[in-house]
C-alpha cells in the first residue's frame, strides 16, 4: 500500500470538486495492479472541513498557501519548514497536485522535491524541468473547457490512478456519523427549498433585495423556505427569511449545512461553495452564476441543474473579485420570477444535467 499525498489547496467548493480524483487515487488500481492507497489531503484552512467529509481520505492536513490563500500567508522559512517537516514525517511516497487552469503546481513540487517525495504529477503550462515527473500540458494534453471534476481526474490519470469499477466521478461525501436533530426537525415538517444568499466574493451575489422578493414568491407559490448562511452573514439571512422563512444563518456547520442540502427539494445559490456541496448531496440547483469564471468548468456537477445570469455579460472571465461593471447587470437583471420559474422546472423533472443558460433582461 502507498501513501499518497492529494493536494487542493484553495477553497471549499475546490476541495468537493476534487473528491472523485480523490477516490480514483484512493481505490483505483495502477497498471501494476498495487492495491489501495492511503490518501492525505494537502488543503487550505477554507477547504478542511470538506476535505473532512470526502470518503477515501486518511488524513487532512491544513497548510495556508502563500501563492493561493486570500489574504496570502508571509512566505518564510517557517511556513515552508512546517510543510517540508510535514511531509516528511508522513512518508510519502509520491503526490498528485490538483491545480485550476490558472495556477501552477511547481511552487509546490519544488517543496515536495524537498521534502523526499520521488513522483510527483501535476498540470503545468510552464516547462517544469525535474519539479514534475509526469507533466500534463494544458492545450496538448487536455482541454481546459472541461468540469473541473474532470479535469482533476485527469491529472489523477495521468499518475496512473482510474476511477474503480461502478464509481460514476459524481461528487460525493461520506454520510453522517449519527443524525442531526436540526435536520430531523426540519424534514419531518415536510418539504422544503434552500435559499442561500451569500457568496464568498461580492462580483458572485445577487442582490439581498431580489433573495428576499424570490422567498416571498416562493412562499406565494407555496413552498417551505429555509434560508441558510455562515456565521458572518447573519444580517443577510434574516433580511432575506423575513418574517415567516425558516432562517439557519449561522446556526449550521458545514456537515449540518450538507444535510440540511441534502433533505432540500432544491437548492437556490450563486456560484459558491454550498452549489458543490448541494451537489455532493445529490440535490438539484438553481444557480445564479456571475461570468466571472467560466460555467462550464465550475457550475454545478452532475446534478439537474439551471443555471441563470448573463454568461455573455462584460465580467465575462475577469476572475474579479468586486464587480467591474456597474449595476452588476450579469446577475441583478436576473429577475425573482426567473429563479421561481426555473426551482419549479426542476420540481417537475424538466431539466437536464446540462447547463441551461439563462440571460435575465
Not at 488524513?59 to 517557517?78: F, L, Q, R, V, Y
Not at 469499477?165 to 430531523?184: M, Q
Not at 429577475?335 to 426551482?343: L, S
Request: glycine residues 10%; aromatic residues 4%.
Amino acid at each position: 500500500m502507498s501513501r499518497v499525498l492529494v493536494a487542493r489547496l484553495d477553497s471549499m467548493g475546490d476541495v468537493l470538486l476534487a473528491g472523485p480524483a480523490l477516490r480514483a487515487v484512493a481505490h483505483g488500481k495502477k497498471p501494476d495492479g498495487s492495491r489501495p492507497n492511503d490518501v492525505l489531503l494537502l488543503c487550505g484552512p477554507e477547504g478542511a472541513s470538506a476535505g473532512q467529509m470526502l470518503p477515501s481520505v486518511t488524513e487532512t492536513h491544513t497548510w495556508p498557501c502563500p501563492w493561493i490563500a486570500n489574504p496570502a500567508p508571509a512566505a518564510d522559512a517557517e511556513l515552508t519548514n512546517r510543510l517540508v517537516d510535514f511531509v516528511r514525517a508522513s512518508r510519502i511516497d509520491e503526490a498528485v497536485i490538483l491545480t485550476s487552469f490558472h495556477q501552477s503546481p511547481l511552487p509546490l513540487a519544488l517543496l515536495l522535491r524537498l521534502a523526499g517525495v520521488e513522483r510527483i504529477t501535476g498540470a503545468s503550462t510552464d516547462y517544469a524541468g525535474s519539479l514534475l515527473d509526469v507533466r500534463l500540458k494544458p492545450g496538448e494534453d487536455f482541454v481546459e473547457d472541461q468540469p473541473e471534476a474532470i479535469r482533476a481526474l485527469g491529472i489523477a490519470r495521468a499518475a496512473g490512478f482510474e476511477l474503480p469499477s461502478g464509481d460514476d466521478g459524481k461528487l460525493r461525501i461520506a454520510p453522517a456519523k449519527e443524525p442531526d436533530r436540526l435536520v430531523e426537525e426540519l424534514t419531518r415538517e415536510g418539504s422544503y427549498i434552500v435559499v442561500h444568499p451569500g457568496a464568498t466574493v461580492p462580483a458572485r451575489a445577487w442582490p439581498a433585495l431580489h433573495h428576499a422578493a424570490l422567498v416571498e414568491l416562493l412562499e406565494a407559490y407555496g413552498h417551505r423556505v429555509v434560508v441558510t448562511g455562515g456565521p458572518a452573514e447573519a444580517s443577510l439571512t434574516a433580511t432575506v427569511a423575513g418574517p415567516s422563512a425558516v432562517n439557519l444563518g449561522g446556526r449550521t456547520s458545514l456537515r449540518t449545512l450538507a444535510e440540511v442540502l441534502k433533505g432540500a427539494a432544491v437548492v437556490v445559490t450563486g456560484n459558491t461553495g454550498p452549489a458543490h456541496l448541494a451537489a455532493a448531496v445529490g440535490t438539484p440547483v438553481v444557480c445564479l452564476f456571475s461570468p466571472v469564471v467560466p460555467a462550464v468548468r465550475w457550475a454545478p456537477y452532475g446534478v439537474p441543474l439551471e443555471l441563470l445570469g448573463d454568461q455573455d455579460a462584460p465580467c465575462a472571465n475577469s476572475r474579479a473579485r468586486e464587480c467591474p461593471v456597474p449595476g452588476h447587470p450579469c446577475l441583478a437583471s436576473v429577475a425573482p420570477e426567473q429563479v421561481v420559474e426555473a426551482v419549479e422546472r426542476l420540481l417537475g423533472g424538466v431539466s437536464s444535467l446540462t447547463t441551461r443558460r439563462k440571460v435575465g433582461k
